[in-house]
């Protein structure tokens, strides 16, 4: 039963790994301000619930899991809005935009 709980914990760790390293490499890859955002949302929030879900896995089931756990849903809360409005600011100054996109008048 050990062996299968350390499974999962490592499945999970190696997964959110997985995902950073992904994420990480389209922050840089991508030119455009808003594709960068959009790998970067990935890594805000895909990576933290699977590393979250590794550490209660390899704890138990706690208060301090609760409190985990419910950081990741504020998390969850705070970031598409933050990241919304920083799009939305940039989608609004930037001058050249229907250069990258299709924009709608």
């Known amino acids: 039963m050990e062996w299968l709980r350390f499974a999962i914990i490592a499945l999970l760790l190696a997964a959110s790994l997985l995902t950073a390293m992904i994420s990480v490499a389209g922050v840089f890859k991508f030119k455009f301000i808003l594709n960068r955002m959009h790998a970067a949302a990935i ?18 089931f706690s ?16 970031s598409p ?25």
């Open 81 to 105: 809005v933050s990241g919304h409005l920083i799009a939305r600011l940039e989608v609004t100054t930037d001058k050249h935009l229907s250069e990258e996109c299709e924009v709608r008048e």
């Open 63 to 78: 208060i301090a899991t609760v409190k985990v756990l419910l950081i990741v849903v504020l998390v969850w809360i705070a």
């Open 43 to 60: 890594c805000d929030s895909f990576v933290l619930l699977l590393a979250m879900l590794g550490v209660v896995v390899a704890y138990g």
